[in-house]
């Protein structure tokens, strides 16, 4: 082979490899757009659902749907104050019963004992003497008010669960 041809065998060679590096960069930046617009579409519908269940929320007080979820024996100790809450009562409902359901069989035989008070920002309802771990449906529900729910002794007792949610900061109506 004569020189001038090895060369242009090389450089075609060379020519071959940037294509193929520059086709390689240019689908993986094809890809890069493509997953960016997804991201941002989920981050969207993420946003109005949350709007739309912000709008759906109002504030309630604790106290009144926490006696509504449970059973009229359960000793329920509350504070004498409003504890407002900003939820979608539907799921704030749901969620109390839930836990009421999954603590009433635990419980001990002097019944379901339930105590409920404000720490700091936040509403704290303990189910007493339960020894449960949570269901993972009720901490969803729980995350998704802003909360969480998990298993907790009580002033040094016996395993229950504890339900934490953030109060609401502005004025209360009662709805």
């Known amino acids: ?46 946003r109005d659902e949350a709007l739309q269940r912000l709008g759906r929320s109002t504030v309630h007080d604790l106290r009144a749907l926490l006696g509504a979820a ?22 704030l409902r749901e969620l109390l019963a839930q836990i009421a ?34 269901a993972r449906a009720c901490e969803r529900i729980a995350a998704s008010l802003g909360g969480r729910l998990y298993a907790a002794s009580h002033a040094g007792g016996p395993l229950g669960l504890t339900l934490r949610l953030p109060l609401h900061s502005g004025e209360f109506h009662k709805v």
Do not use: C, K, Y
């Open 1 to 46: 082979m004569q020189t001038g041809n090895l060369g242009l065998v090389i450089a075609g060679a060379v020519g071959l490899g940037f294509a193929g590096v520059f086709g390689l960069m240019a689908s993986l930046l094809v890809a890069n757009l493509r997953d960016g617009a997804r991201a941002r579409e989920a981050a969207a519908r993420a």
């Open 70 to 91: 449970l059973p009229h024996h359960a000793a329920i100790e509350l504070p004498p104050r409003a504890v407002p809450v900003l939820a979608v009562e539907s799921e």
């Open 101 to 134: 359901a999954q603590a009433l069989p635990a419980a001990p035989r002097d019944g379901l004992r339930v105590h409920a008070r404000i720490e700091g920002t936040q509403a704290v309802v303990h189910w007493r003497d339960v020894g449960a771990t949570p």
